[in-house]
């Protein structure tokens, strides 16, 4: 069961980060952002792009590395449970939005790091 979370949680990553290289406006999209400006594009390169190739990376690694496991696990855990928190902190302080996107990507996130901390 905790290797399907990881490698699971892995290819979201992996898809989000795939995706963002190769055509960041996709990512922009569902969030109704413009991506038109090269500067607007490597961002999202970079943080979704490369954020997602790096988490993707460790935690497979996490698979082989015993020592790493638990420390990598936890950390991803946190980064997607901060993500989520972002979104709850947004919706207190913007206006309501549709379920989707904003919902969703909560409901995965919460749902992925509460996983992680179940297995880490």
Do not use: H
């Not at 379920?99 to 297995?119: H, I, M, Q, S, T």
Request: proline share 4%; glycine share 10%; charged share 10%.
């Amino acid at each position: 069961m905790t290797t399907a979370i990881i490698v699971l949680t892995a290819v979201f990553f992996l898809g989000m980060g795939l995706c963002a290289l190769a055509v960041p406006a996709a990512i922009g999209k569902p969030f109704r952002i413009v991506v038109e400006a090269p500067e607007s594009r490597s961002e999202i390169r970079a943080v979704y792009g490369g954020f997602g190739l790096a988490m993707a990376a460790v935690l497979i690694t996490a698979l082989f590395l015993d020592g790493l496991r638990t420390g990598v696990v936890v950390t991803v855990a946190a980064a997607l449970a901060g993500m989520a928190l972002g979104r709850v902190i947004s919706r207190l302080v913007d206006a309501p939005t549709r379920f989707y996107p904003v919902w969703f990507y909560f409901g995965v996130e919460a749902v992925a790091a509460a996983l992680l901390f179940a297995v880490a």
